[in-house]
């Protein structure tokens, strides 16, 4: 064979495919950016609803909580919480969409390693939670003067907590065969981790064994953590917090590399 004719199967751009990795990641970004009422506009109004209605029911009769303002305290857990469900939105609904419609071998076919594509998927993730946080704490901080004491330790938070749901939500998307399996998921999974998780109360209001259950829920570490980077406060260490999740962040990237690596439930 002459030195210049190409092998098939070799892989002849390096280690990483850039091209098609920035490729990917555009499209994951285009996707959410081109329906921006549904992916931006509505996670704002759905966390200002949200925010009017526990401080309208429950502020004027509630006093301070961990030292700062009922307001102030809600806050972080309603923004975070946002975060996380259109992060696992973003990466599962893409998966998901693809699969249904027939064109995820669009997406397989092309010379992206198993790694490039976790990648992909998870920065449209990443940048629709990154997106959504910003623009509900500049509201937040407009209307209620929410500040932001440690904008490091939020962003770190941030940034784990949607790569942590968003590769949970590309295990759903793989797994999933249709819609309504996703609905499960949501309903029966994503929404109890974050509503149980400190999003609206202090865990030291809570009793000894639903304390107990509450740490061995990651999704706490991530709201508790994003509220010590606003307000300050927290009700456990946030190193702690960000060795919690940056653990489990990695099991589930794992996971995800793995699944794109053997092709289950993705190719034939």
Do not use: C
């Not at 495919?17 to 009422?37: C, D, H, K, P, Q």
């Not at 309903?187 to 109890?192: E, V, Y």
């Not at 406060?233 to 990695?250: Q, R």
Request: glycine fraction near 10%.
């Amino acid at each position: 064979m002459a030195q210049n004719e190409v092998q098939m199967g070799v892989r002849r751009f390096g280690r990483v495919n850039w091209l098609g990795l920035y490729t990917l990641i555009g499209r994951e970004i285009s996707r959410f950016l081109a329906v921006w009422t549904q992916t931006l506009l509505a996670p704002l109004v759905t966390a200002g609803l949200f925010l009017t209605i526990f401080t309208l029911a429950i502020g004027p009769s509630r006093g301070d909580v961990m030292g700062v303002p009922f307001v102030h305290f809600l806050a972080p857990g309603i923004l975070t919480m946002t975060v996380i469900q259109n992060a696992f939105a973003n990466t599962s609904s893409s998966i998901m969409i693809s699969k249904v419609q027939g064109n995820i071998v669009d997406t397989l076919m092309p010379p992206l390693a198993p790694f490039e594509l976790v990648i992909g998927y998870l920065s449209g993730g990443v940048a629709r939670g990154m997106f959504v946080a910003i623009a509900i704490w500049v509201v937040m901080a407009v209307f209620v003067g929410l500040p932001l004491h440690h904008p490091l330790f939020a962003i770190a938070f941030v940034v784990l907590g949607a790569l942590f749901i968003g590769g949970l939500g590309v295990l759903a998307g793989i797994v999933s065969q249709k819609f309504d399996h996703m609905a499960a998921i949501t309903n029966f999974i994503i929404t109890p981790l974050s509503f149980l998780s400190g999003t609206f109360y202090s865990v030291e209001t809570l009793p000894q064994w639903f304390k107990v259950l509450t740490h061995l829920n990651p999704v706490f570490y991530l709201i508790d953590g994003v509220r010590y980077g606003i307000i300050g406060t927290s009700d456990s260490s946030p190193w702690i917090g960000l060795a919690v999740m940056s653990g489990v962040t990695a099991v589930v990237v794992f996971i995800d590399w793995q699944f794109f690596k053997r092709g289950t439930k993705l190719k034939s």
